[in-house]
Antibody, heavy 117, light 111 residues
Framework: QIALKESGPTLIKPTQTLTLTCTFS??????????VGWIRQPPGKALECLAL???????RYSPSLRSRLTITKDTAKNQVVLTMTNMDPVDTATYYC?????????WGRGTLVTVSS | DIVMTQSPLSLPVTPGEPASISCRSS???????????LDWYLQKPGQSPQLLIY???HRASGVPERFSGSGSGTDFTLKISRVEAEDVGIYFC????????FGQGTRLEIK
């Protein structure tokens, strides 16, 4: 059974770098066609896909946030890590990681990250 | 970026009645492989989003048959044949042809 769980700080100061880890089970990120993405949702707002990494290490980033984002995978540890630099209060959101094969077919519960001094 | 526009943004529905949500993209989502790169998701209150439809019209595993997706190119529709109380939530369309972008969401509520 596929499961994903996000972990990282719940509170971060402006200008700091956010590091989030997605730890998953029930699938391998070395399986052809499989990817893991990071999607965020500010309170009461729409979803925004930040980054996506595929089994072959192909990486896709949000064009508007590309300069601030890095996504990496550790296949042996079943983890995907997202870093986002220069955090701002407008980055306050729930951050989800999700398994992607045919669509984002399974999501983690999400982690709320608040950016405040 | 491809812009996704949903309508309506709010949809009150009587249980047992049908419901329909429209999603339009600023560019065609039809790939040369014949697939439309358009998904539909439902985010129930307090929950993570769940996949309903992929490639425009393919129901995801475990999704009830009352949900159906149609359309091609730039115009897509999600239909619920008979709304149930558990269908309450926010529905999002999402394109993945060029980068990934979501629609603003449509809030379905029970009358």
């Amino acid at each position: 059974q596929i499961a994903l769980k996000e972990s990282g700080p719940t509170l971060i100061k402006p200008t700091q770098t956010l590091t989030l880890t997605c730890t998953f089970s029930g699938f391998s990120l070395s399986t052809s066609g499989v990817g893991v993405g990071w999607i965020r949702q500010p309170p009461g707002k729409a979803l925004e896909c930040l980054a996506l990494i595929y089994w072959d290490d192909d990486k896709r980033y949000s064009p508007s946030l590309r300069s601030r984002l890095t996504i990496t995978k550790d296949t042996a540890k079943n983890q995907v890590v997202l870093t986002m630099t220069n955090m701002d209060p407008v980055d306050t959101a729930t951050y989800y990681c999700a398994h992607r094969f045919l669509g984002f077919d399974l999501w983690g519960r999400g982690t709320l990250v608040t950016v405040s001094s | 970026d491809i812009v996704m526009t949903q309508s309506p943004l709010s949809l009150p529905v009587t249980p047992g009645e049908p419901a329909s949500i429209s999603c339009r993209s600023s560019q065609s989502l039809l790939h040369r492989n014949g697939n439309n790169y358009l998904d539909w998701y439902l985010q129930k209150p307090g929950q993570s989003p769940q996949l309903l439809i992929y490639f425009g019209s393919h129901r995801a595993s475990g999704v009830p048959e009352r949900f159906s997706g149609s359309g091609s190119g730039t115009d897509f529709t999600l239909k619920i044949s008979r709304v149930e109380a558990e269908d309450v939530g926010i529905y999002f369309c999402m394109q993945s042809l060029l980068s990934i972008t979501f629609g603003q969401g449509t809030r379905l509520e029970i009358k």
